[in-house]
């Protein structure tokens, strides 16, 4: 298991609902030790390729040496390490020049494993139907799902069969947690703060998440369902951002939880809220309790709890 920058740092729940998860679905992990930075798509890739490549590499070559794929749970992650390996795999010449960088280092790059997204393992070695079997706490939220840029682009590089502009697979394991997938406009939009623009032009970046929390709140949402950190910090501290910055565009300041999709599936299965993190959830100071985790946690009032004990603010 690959954890990348952002969880670690920002999102350890993302993680802890991930193993959990996965121990309950038997999925073995193992986590890759000594691993740096994916590095970054929108970033590293655009000022020195080469390097890009070989630090991918270097991670991909730790992932060999366990003799196991490489799972992500980041967007920017899963499209950086996927890339990387299949390009490598198709272009022997890169490949070669890699190795020359990975020698002073005494690794190689093989080629002998897969990159995969939690969501891949998931939907397609998992899938939904055995998922299914284990929900025994099914959800009545209203969900807006947000795929993100680096899980579908580009199709000749990802697992997923489906028209990257209306897919299907995301919304249906959701779906089977008792949840309900709501449309809205501009769905497949990015979050705003991929490829650089969150750090080099904020406001921009809001503009975006702007954008889609009004198509979300018009839909009639509770919640925001996620599957990548960096989307997941773009929506939930991003609201607050977008309601000092736009104060005067909005109608009413946006509260919206966003949840990481194996939360939500946590949840479902009936595992403890707290071990998934939902302590920390939403990250928003001052928030009353809201709709949606009321509608929450009204499946677990067996654990006596006050609602508004599981709100935390940010530190």
């Not at 993680?15 to 930075?37: P, Y």
């Not at 093989?110 to 939690?118: A, E, F, T, Y």
């Not at 809201?290 to 935390?312: E, G, V």
């Amino acid at each position: 298991m690959y954890l990348g920058c952002v969880i670690p740092n920002r999102y350890p729940f993302i993680e802890a609902a991930t193993r959990h998860v996965f121990n309950a679905l038997n999925i073995g992990v193992v986590d890759l030790e000594g691993a740096s930075c994916c590095p970054a798509p929108g970033v590293f890739r655009s000022f020195d390729i080469e390097t890009w490549l070989t630090l991918s590499a270097r991670n991909i070559t730790k992932s060999e040496e366990l003799l196991r794929d490489l799972v992500t749970m980041c967007n920017g992650c899963y499209g950086t390490l996927n890339d990387v390996n299949q390009e490598l795999k198709a272009e022997p010449k890169k490949k070669a020049i890699v190795n020359e960088h990975l020698k002073k280092v005494n690794r190689e790059f093989k080629g002998s494993v897969n990159v995969r997204h939690i969501l891949d393992v998931l939907v397609n070695e998992i899938g939904l139907d055995a998922i299914k079997k284990r929900i025994t706490h099914p959800s009545s939220l209203r969900v807006a799902v947000h795929y993100g840029c680096h899980l579908l682009k580009p199709m000749n590089t990802k697992p997923w069969t489906e028209n990257w502009e209306e897919p299907r697979f995301f919304d249906d394991l959701v779906e089977i947690t008792g949840a309900t997938s709501v449309p809205y406009k501009d769905k497949m939009m990015c979050c705003g703060a991929g490829g650089g623009v969150r750090g080099a032009l904020k406001e921009v970046s809001l503009d975006f998440t702007r954008e889609k929390l009004i198509n979300m709140r018009d839909a009639g949402i509770d919640a925001i369902v996620v599957c990548c950190p960096f989307c997941h910090l773009q929506f939930d501290i991003g609201q607050e951002e977008v309601n000092n910055i736009f104060k005067d565009q909005i109608r009413v300041p946006f509260h919206f939880p966003v949840i990481y999709v194996t939360q939500l599936l946590g949840l479902a299965m009936g595992l403890d809220p707290f071990r998934m993190g939902l302590l920390k959830t939403p990250q928003v100071k001052g928030l009353p309790p809201m709709q949606a985790f009321d509608l929450l946690f009204t499946q677990y009032q067996q654990l006596n709890l006050h609602h508004t004990s599981l709100f935390s603010p940010r530190t």
